[in-house]
């Protein structure tokens, strides 16, 4: 018998009064304030808590006018967000393309997330030598490199966002000869 399962709410969320403008205001402050942030995650949270806790004004919620005003006072910055983004998935060994699809999820257009691809396909190497170095394949192996440990190894990095050719090239490297730069 299939059993299903309910989430418990306590009982001030669910006696908590319906929004208004002014509550609206005071919930996107306390997120912008609390998460470094996108418009697209801002305006998803405003609408999730107008769905869970209804609205009270004669007119619509002024979401989007909210958002909009947060960005052009800064508290909000897609560009400044996908920048910060780029310098840590770089840091973390992440390569272009996963930076690429994660940017996309978060809500940022291609014009406010170009220098961040473009610092994170400048920065590619050192990002796939980071990750190599971290996940101890290719030239930083401990253990002999078999087949299937290899292919294993090619796919973590392929997950990780980095090209076939960069890829191949760090795993056929050794210990003693880790090469360093691109040039394929």
Request: proline letters at 4%.
């Amino acid at each position: 018998m299939a059993q299903t399962w309910r989430v418990a709410r306590s009982s001030s969320y669910r006696n908590q009064k319906p929004l208004d403008r002014e509550a609206l205001e005071r919930l996107a402050i306390g997120y912008v304030g609390r998460f470094a942030t996108t418009r697209a995650k801002l305006s998803a949270y405003l609408r999730r808590k107008l769905q869970e806790r209804g609205w009270d004004g004669a007119d619509a919620p002024p979401v989007a006018a909210i958002v909009e005003r947060f960005a052009e006072a800064h508290y909000v910055d897609d560009r400044a967000f996908a920048d910060a983004r780029a310098a840590s998935f770089t840091r973390r060994g992440y390569g272009p393309r996963r930076l690429a699809e994660r940017l996309r999820a978060d809500g940022i257009d291609e014009e406010d997330s170009a220098a961040a691809r473009e610092f994170a396909e400048a920065g590619e190497w050192d990002a796939a030598l980071a990750f190599a170095r971290r996940r101890r394949i290719g030239p930083f192996s401990v253990v002999p490199v078999d087949p299937d440990r290899q292919r294993k190894a090619l796919a973590a990095m392929l997950r990780a966002g980095h090209s076939m050719a960069i890829a191949q090239r760090i795993l056929r490297a050794t210990a003693d000869d880790v090469p360093d730069g691109i040039s394929l």
